[in-house]
């Protein structure tokens, strides 16, 4: 069994979870609250700049040259292909630059995010490797689920079309590729942390969302008493 195999076994009962979340479930429904959308894709811009940070960390690490290319290549898309959804909608649904300078990270992006650099920092390719890939794997999963379940006109169509999208799932087919191929050579610790990298990450996809639907914020030390 190769760990992508293995890894998606383990962690299918999160993922089912997943896309059971309000936030997926009312997406595809074209329901979801406009401030439960604006609240994610604010988030989620400050998340991919962190995302493409750790991609480029990725990139210094890989053992070739190809997966330098892909990891170069996936922070420039990361950011730009992004940025351009997300202006898109923050045009549509009134959102302007300011709005997004001035939010600050909710408890949810700033745990994502920093467990992203720490890790990329901090441990070896094949776990920055796995780290990285519950945003690959699980975004493009969601999106084959919630386009097939997807009401016409759906305000959230561009998002659901990214996601689900061909050009999409053949970036996260070669990653799979290459995380597999690593794997191979991998003694049994590494592997071991490969695997709770991946599940932390999936976690804290799972959170992401969760947090965006709830619109959660930071609490208050006043809150907390």
Known sequence: MSFSQDVWQRNHALYQKTLALPFNQELAQGSLSKEAFCHYVI???????????ALSICAAKAFDA????????????????????????MHEFGMTKADFENTPLTAA???????????AWSESYPVVLASLL????????????????SVTHNPFQAWIDT????????????????????????????????????????????????????QRQWLSLDEQN
Not at 43 to 53: K, M, S, V
Request: charged share 25%; with cysteine.
């Open 109 to 119: 992006c700033h745990h994502y995010t920093s467990f992203l650099t720490a890790t």
């Open 163 to 214: 996601y689900s999208g061909e050009h999409f799932n053949e970036e996260v087919r070669k990653v799979l590729a290459i995380i597999d191929a690593v794997a191979e050579n991998a003694d049994a610790e590494t592997i071991e942390k490969m695997h709770q990298a991946y599940t932390k990450g999936a976690e804290l996809e799972y959170l992401f969302w969760d947090s965006a639907y709830h």
């Open 43 to 53: 988030q989620d811009a400050h998340y991919l700049l962190a995302y493409g940070r």
């Open 66 to 89: 190809d997966a330098v290319i892909q990891f170069s290549q996936g922070a420039k898309e990361a950011i730009i292909v992004e940025r351009e959804l997300h202006n898109g909608f």
């Open 134 to 149: 519950p945003c690959y794997w699980i975004y493009a999963e969601v999106g084959k689920d919630i386009v097939s379940k």
